[in-house]
């Protein structure tokens, strides 16, 4: 939603298929629900953004991951990094924290799209199903900051990845 690069979403989105065994269809174009914007916190509130996701969907089963480049929150925290609505099918990842938090000189395209991939991998998780997992290490471990999401993997651990087997039949 809004300006965020096609070929950065074309990979992200590929490699989805592969994580959970999916098809995955782009939808270029849409914005940023304008009353979601909260002037004065100046950030966007991501609850807003997901009711507008679901509006969006042709299916009630399909599920819908919307990445905004602008800084997200709920009211009881200073910013989100991304919000899920496991009722609503729906799922919100921001670029905002995890483009300007801890990068150390680092290859920052790289470090961005896979800290997008983990929060994404997370948050479509528990559209699917998943819960968050207490392995540090596990994608599915619930972050709230970008040096947590760091620390953790991009893979399932092993017992995560056994409901992933279960749910792929
Ligand atoms: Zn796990």
Known sequence: MGDIEYSFVNKLASQLVSFFNIGVDILQGAKIPPEAFNQQRGQYY?????????LMKSLSEEKMLGLVDEDL????KNYVIGEADAAGKCAVV???????ENYEMLDEE?????RT???SVRLLGHL???????NAKCVMYLTDNVTEVDQKGTKFCDNCLRKVKVWHG
């Open 46 to 54: 991501s609850t807003v953004i997901l009711s507008k996701l679901e």
């Open 73 to 76: 929150y709920v009211p009881t």
């Open 94 to 100: 921001s670029l905002f924290r995890l483009k300007r």
């Open 110 to 114: 790289k470090i961005l799209y896979a």
């Open 117 to 119: 991939l983990k929060e």
């Open 128 to 134: 699917l199903g998943f819960e968050n997992c207490r």
